[in-house]
Every structure is written in C-alpha cells, then in structure tokens.
C-alpha cells in the first residue's frame, strides 16, 4: 500500500457528465480505506481514454457508449466475458500492470430481472433494440438465465443482421426472432416474461419507430401474463418504455439499478476479493439511489 500510486477511477465516454454513479464509488472507495476520486470523465476520442487508463494513477475503468466495442482493441487482455459478448464495460489492471477487460453489465440486467422475479428463467423473452448495448442482455437472457426465443424489436433491419451474425457464438441453441409487424407479435404461441430495454429514450418519428412502438404496445397489452420489464436507459428515469410497461401492468425496473448490481464484480477485479466482500452494499445502494433522485438531469 505505501508504494499505491492509485487516485483516480473513470467513467468515460461520451455525454457522461449527467453520470449519478460517482457519489456511489467514491463512497464504497472511502469505506474500503481508499482516497480515490472518480470521474464522469468526457473523451472525445477512445484514445483519450486510454491515456487516462494509462496514467499510473489509474484505479478502475468504467467504459460507456460510444467505445464499448472500440476499446477492446487497445486493451492488454480481454477475459471470456468481453469476447462473447463483444463489448468491454469495465477496466482494471492486473498484477503486471498490463490493462484487461471485462463485461458486468450482464450481471446488472440479470440481478434486475431475477430480483423483481424469477418466474421468466428458462421462458422466452424481448428485447428491444439491436444496437450494441443489447449484446450483454442477449448473454444475461440466454446464458444466465435460459430464455430463448428472443425475441427482437427494432427499426432497423440492418442492425438484427448484424446482430444475428455476431450472436451465432453461442450456437445453434440460441433463437433470436425479429418482429416485424403487429401481425406478427399477435400470433406469437410464446409470449415474453422478461423484457429489456436498450434504447435511448425519444419519442418515436419515422414510419419503422413507429411501427416498432406498435410492436411493444401490442405485447404489452395483450399478454395474458404480465412479466418484468426493464429499461436499461435512464434519462430520464421513468422513460416511456417503463410507463407503457406501468400503463399495461408490468413489474417495472428502472436502469439506475443496473449500475448498483455490478459494484461487487467491478471492486473485486479493482481491489481483490477481500475488499470486495466488505462493500457495505445497501448503504451503497442508498447513495446511487439518493444521487438519482436528485440529479436534474435524469429527472424530468
């Protein structure tokens, strides 16, 4: 410890200062024995933060949009994780001060989920949007907890594609179905439990947003059993997904908590396992909670 040169942890990205995560972080640091600080830290370029990463002051990464997927290639190592399901979220260094990545994003959606109910394992299950903050629920819904179909509702044909083709690593067990139509979403013989999603929030313009909004209004009102619903955007933090999903009878989970069920994985990969295991989580929880429910920009 006399020889820690570690001050800082990041968030880093793009549109990161509205972040209500780095009360929580500072408070679990403090309680652990550590001075650190940790930044909502803007990065026009992935670049920039790996220069940040880089700095032997650097304590712990969290890694945001746009550069899930580009970081990966300027990291040292990637654990198993990362690689299936192609997106890096969390930064830590290792004993030879070489830096690795790893995903715990999965672990947020499925600590979610399961905590509201676990009634949806082993069920089918939706997602919507295919973009790529999707790829860790594909892995929570299918790895964690068995669901599958997934179904998926999106705008964009292309990026299903993509989607379709980077997911063919899980094998032939997986089934995605895209949904296209009304129609379609009707005639399902299997109706979701789980649903997740991954799509900023706005208010639906073109013929294909609109037609996807129909899609999730469809299932939402006429499933005969009503299932657990989570949004992982939250800005703000009752988005329309999450009030369509209150309007039709939904158990509904706002995003906020992704970002508090991921604390136990990311202080081990930062601190070791025996700091990790002192984390007073509840009294954690109640700081990322407050800092919500005070934060004016996710609260409007």
């Known amino acids: 410890m006399e020889n820690d040169q570690r001050e800082f942890a990041y968030l880093v990205g793009v549109g990161v200062s509205h ?3 780095p009360p929580m972080h500072e408070f679990i640091a ?5 001075n650190w600080r940790f930044l909502a830290q803007e990065c026009p370029t992935v670049e920039n933060a790996m220069e940040l990463f880089r700095k032997p002051t650097f304590a712990g990464g969290v890694v945001t949009m746009p550069y899930k997927t580009m ?3 300027h990291l040292d190592g990637l654990d198993d994780y990362c690689v299936k399901i192609g997106a890096c979220n969390t930064v830590y260094r290792a004993t030879d001060d070489s830096l690795h990545g790893t995903n715990t994003d999965w672990r947020g959606i499925k600590s979610c989920l399961t905590s509201a109910s676990e009634e949806g394992k082993g069920r089918p299950a939706l997602i919507i949007g ?3 903050a999707c790829r860790a629920a594909v892995y929570a819904l299918y790895e964690e907890l068995g669901c599958t179909p997934i179904y998926v509702v999106n705008r964009d044909e292309g990026e ?3 989607l379709l083709e980077d997911t063919k690593r899980y094998g032939d067990g997986l089934k995605i179905a895209h949904l296209r139509t009304v129609e379609e979403a009707t005639s399902l013989a299997k109706v979701p439990y789980y649903i997740v999603g991954t799509v900023p929030d706005s208010e639906p313009q073109t013929s294909t947003e609109i037609a996807a909004r129909d899609i999730l209004v469809t299932i939402l009102s006429s499933s005969p059993e009503k299932g657990v619903l989570l949004d992982m955007c939250f800005k ?7 009030k369509l999903g209150e309007q039709y009878g939904w158990t509904t989970v706002e995003g906020t908590g992704i970002i508090a069920h991921q604390i136990d994985e990311q202080y081990r990969l930062w601190c070791g396992e025996q700091y990790s295991k002192r984390i007073p989580r509840q009294e954690a929880w109640g700081v990322l909670q407050t800092a919500a429910e005070e934060s004016p920009a996710i609260n409007f």
Do not use: F, H
Request: no cysteine; aromatic share 4%.
């Open 19 to 21: 972040s209500i995560a």
């Open 30 to 34: 403090r309680s652990l024995g550590y």
């Open 71 to 73: 970081i990966m290639a």
């Open 130 to 132: 295919a973009g790529g």
């Open 160 to 162: 299903v594609r993509t």
């Open 236 to 242: 703000p933090r009752r988005t329309r997904t999450l």
